[in-house]
C-alpha cells in the first residue's frame, strides 16, 4: 500500500505554494512538467473556494458576454466549470442558484448547464468509444505534419489569437467557450490535424478537463452528426477580441482571413443510439450507513456527494491513479487543483490519500462509494465491490432518451424538475 500525507490545505488568500510543493514531492514523477516547474493555475481547489465562487455568481450579462475574450472585463463566463467538474458545486445547485436572474441570462446559462448534463449522459452510454459509436471520420484535410502550414504545428504561436489560447491554457488551465472553439477549429478545420491529439492536448491542461465535455466540444467544432465543422477565421476574432488582431505580426497576411472551405467531405451522421436504457446507476442508495470508509474520485470531490453526505465524520479515502495518471502526462496544474480539493475536504474529516493501482489500494476496505458516469468507476467497483452505493446526483429525471443529439436528447428529458 502506498500511503500519502494529506495535502495542505489551500489558504484563503489563494497562496498554492503549500499545495505545489506537495505534488511536485509526491506526484511530480507523475506530471508533465519537470517537478521544479510545477505551479498552479487560475483556480483554488476545494469546497471552500467553490462556495465562494458559488456565492459570488451573477450571470447578469451572460448571454451577451458569454463568447467575449478581450478585455477580460467583458468575459461574460461564470468560471463554475471545474467546481462543476468536480462534483464541487452539482449541477442542481448551480442551476437553482441562478433562478433569479434575468431571464435571457438565466435561459442560455442554464442551457449550458444542461449541455454538462448531455455529455454525462452520453459519455455513461459510449465510455471512451464516443468517437466510435458516432462513426466520425476525420474530414479530407487530414494532412500529413510535413504538409501543413507553420511547420506542422496546429496552434503556431506566431498567430496573436493562438498565442493567446495556448498561453491561457498552458498558465490558467482554463479557457473562454469561445477560444475552445478557435483551438479545435484551428487544430482540425484549418491545419488538418488529428482531433483526438488535439483534445488529449487541451485536456490535459485543463482544471475542468472532462472526457466527457471535452470531447464532446471537439466533436462538436469538428463536425460530427451534422458533417458542418466550426469555421474559425478572422471575423471571429475581429469580433470578440480585434486587439489581438491589432497586435499580431501577421496583421497583413492572415492565414485565417477567409472562411474555410466547407469541402471536408461528406455529412457523417451516427446512428440513433437510443432508446436504450443509459447506465444511470442506482435510484436509491444501496445499504446505505453500512461501510466504514467513503471512496472518493475525481468525479464527486465536494461535501454534497451524496457517499460522504450520510456521515459527516466518516473518513474519505482517495487513490491517485498511478498507471492512469503516468499515460495521460497531466500538467502539474491540475494535480495540484485536486490535492487543493483534498486537502480543504481533510480540514473537515479525515481524508486518506494513497498513489497506486486503484482497486489494489482499496483491497479489502468497507467502501461507501457514489456512483459515477465513467466507465473506469463502473471498472474498478467491479473488482472492489462496495458495500454502499449511492446514485449519482442528475440534475434531469432520467428516463429512456436518445443521445444521438443534445437538442433530441432535451426534447426526450425535459427540463429538470
Given at each position: 500500500?502506498?500511503?500519502?500525507?494529506?495535502?495542505?490545505?489551500?489558504?484563503?488568500?489563494?497562496?498554492?505554494?503549500?499545495?505545489?510543493?506537495?505534488?511536485?514531492?509526491?506526484?511530480?514523477?507523475?506530471?508533465?512538467?519537470?517537478?521544479?516547474?510545477?505551479?498552479?493555475?487560475?483556480?483554488?481547489?476545494?469546497?471552500?473556494?467553490?462556495?465562494?465562487?458559488?456565492?459570488?455568481?451573477?450571470?447578469?450579462?451572460?448571454?451577451?458576454?458569454?463568447?467575449?475574450?478581450?478585455?477580460?472585463?467583458?468575459?461574460?463566463?461564470?468560471?463554475?466549470?471545474?467546481?462543476?467538474?468536480?462534483?464541487?458545486?452539482?449541477?442542481?445547485?448551480?442551476?437553482?442558484?441562478?433562478?433569479?436572474?434575468?431571464?435571457?441570462?438565466?435561459?442560455?446559462?442554464?442551457?449550458?448547464?444542461?449541455?454538462?448534463?448531455?455529455?454525462?449522459?452520453?459519455?455513461?452510454?459510449?465510455?471512451?468509444?464516443?468517437?466510435?459509436?458516432?462513426?466520425?471520420?476525420?474530414?479530407r484535410r487530414d494532412l500529413p505534419a510535413g504538409d501543413r502550414p507553420f511547420g506542422g504545428d496546429p496552434w503556431p504561436r506566431e498567430m496573436r489569437c493562438m498565442d493567446l489560447v495556448v498561453e491561457e491554457l498552458h498558465e490558467n488551465g482554463w479557457l473562454v467557450n469561445q477560444t475552445r472553439m478557435w483551438a479545435a477549429s484551428q487544430w482540425t478545420v484549418r491545419v488538418g490535424a488529428t482531433w483526438r491529439d488535439g483534445e488529449?492536448?487541451?485536456?490535459?491542461?485543463?482544471?475542468?478537463?472532462?472526457?466527457?465535455?471535452?470531447?464532446?466540444?471537439?466533436?462538436?467544432?469538428?463536425?460530427?452528426?451534422?458533417?458542418?465543422?466550426?469555421?474559425?477565421?478572422?471575423?471571429?476574432?475581429?469580433?470578440?477580441?480585434?486587439?489581438?488582431?491589432?497586435?499580431?505580426?501577421?496583421?497583413?497576411?492572415?492565414?485565417?482571413?477567409?472562411?474555410?472551405?466547407?469541402?471536408?467531405?461528406?455529412?457523417?451522421?451516427?446512428?440513433?443510439?437510443?432508446?436504450?436504457?443509459?447506465?444511470?446507476?442506482?435510484?436509491?442508495?444501496?445499504?446505505?450507513?453500512?461501510?466504514?470508509?467513503?471512496?472518493?474520485?475525481?468525479?464527486?470531490?465536494?461535501?454534497?456527494?451524496?457517499?460522504?453526505?450520510?456521515?459527516?465524520?466518516?473518513?474519505?479515502?482517495?487513490?491517485?491513479?498511478?498507471?492512469?495518471?503516468?499515460?495521460?502526462?497531466?500538467?502539474?496544474?491540475?494535480?495540484?487543483?485536486?490535492?487543493?480539493?483534498?486537502?480543504?475536504?481533510?480540514?473537515?474529516?479525515?481524508?486518506?490519500?494513497?498513489?497506486?493501482?486503484?482497486?489494489?489500494?482499496?483491497?479489502?476496505?468497507?467502501?461507501?462509494?457514489?456512483?459515477?458516469?465513467?466507465?473506469?468507476?463502473?471498472?474498478?467497483?467491479?473488482?472492489?465491490?462496495?458495500?454502499?452505493?449511492?446514485?449519482?446526483?442528475?440534475?434531469?429525471?432520467?428516463?429512456?432518451?436518445?443521445?444521438?443529439?443534445?437538442?433530441?436528447?432535451?426534447?426526450?428529458?425535459?427540463?429538470?424538475?
Amino acid at each position: 500500500m502506498t500511503t500519502l500525507p494529506t495535502p495542505p490545505a489551500p489558504t484563503p488568500d489563494g497562496d498554492h505554494s503549500a499545495s505545489i510543493a506537495w505534488v511536485a514531492e509526491h506526484l511530480g514523477d507523475l506530471a508533465r512538467e519537470d517537478p521544479s516547474d510545477i505551479a498552479a493555475g487560475a483556480f483554488t481547489g476545494g469546497q471552500t473556494a467553490a462556495d465562494i465562487a458559488l456565492g459570488g455568481l451573477d450571470i447578469t450579462g451572460y448571454a451577451a458576454r458569454r463568447n467575449e475574450v478581450l478585455p477580460e472585463s467583458r468575459r461574460g463566463a461564470s468560471r463554475m466549470s471545474p467546481y462543476i467538474r468536480h462534483g464541487l458545486t452539482p449541477l442542481r445547485e448551480v442551476w437553482d442558484s441562478v433562478s433569479d436572474a434575468p431571464g435571457r441570462d438565466r435561459s442560455k446559462y442554464r442551457d449550458e448547464l444542461l449541455w454538462q448534463e448531455y455529455a454525462r449522459h452520453l459519455y455513461a452510454r459510449v465510455g471512451t468509444d464516443l468517437g466510435q459509436a458516432l462513426r466520425y471520420e476525420q474530414p479530407r484535410r487530414d494532412l500529413p505534419a510535413g504538409d501543413r502550414p507553420f511547420g506542422g504545428d496546429p496552434w503556431p504561436r506566431e498567430m496573436r489569437c493562438m498565442d493567446l489560447v495556448v498561453e491561457e491554457l498552458h498558465e490558467n488551465g482554463w479557457l473562454v467557450n469561445q477560444t475552445r472553439m478557435w483551438a479545435a477549429s484551428q487544430w482540425t478545420v484549418r491545419v488538418g490535424a488529428t482531433w483526438r491529439d488535439g483534445e488529449d492536448e487541451m485536456f490535459a491542461h485543463l482544471l475542468d478537463g472532462s472526457r466527457a465535455a471535452n470531447r464532446l466540444g471537439w466533436q462538436w467544432t469538428v463536425g460530427t452528426g451534422s458533417g458542418k465543422p466550426y469555421g474559425f477565421s478572422r471575423w471571429q476574432v475581429r469580433k470578440r477580441s480585434p486587439k489581438l488582431c491589432d497586435e499580431c505580426a501577421l496583421n497583413t497576411n492572415c492565414p485565417i482571413e477567409d472562411w474555410p472551405s466547407d469541402d471536408h467531405g461528406a455529412p457523417v451522421d451516427g446512428p440513433y443510439l437510443g432508446p436504450e436504457d443509459i447506465p444511470s446507476g442506482p435510484d436509491a442508495p444501496e445499504n446505505s450507513g453500512t461501510a466504514d470508509t467513503v471512496w472518493l474520485t475525481a468525479e464527486s470531490l465536494g461535501d454534497a456527494d451524496p457517499a460522504l453526505a450520510v456521515n459527516e465524520t466518516r473518513p474519505a479515502v482517495f487513490v491517485f491513479d498511478e498507471p492512469l495518471l503516468r499515460r495521460l502526462r497531466l500538467s502539474g496544474k491540475r494535480l495540484v487543483f485536486l490535492a487543493e480539493c483534498l486537502g480543504d475536504l481533510a480540514e473537515r474529516r479525515e481524508v486518506q490519500v494513497r498513489r497506486g493501482v486503484v482497486a489494489d489500494e482499496l483491497d479489502g476496505m468497507s467502501l461507501a462509494a457514489t456512483w459515477a458516469p465513467v466507465p473506469g468507476w463502473r471498472r474498478i467497483a467491479d473488482r472492489v465491490q462496495p458495500t454502499e452505493v449511492h446514485p449519482w446526483p442528475w440534475l434531469v429525471h432520467l428516463k429512456r432518451a436518445p443521445v444521438r443529439s443534445f437538442s433530441a436528447w432535451r426534447k426526450a428529458v425535459g427540463a429538470p424538475r
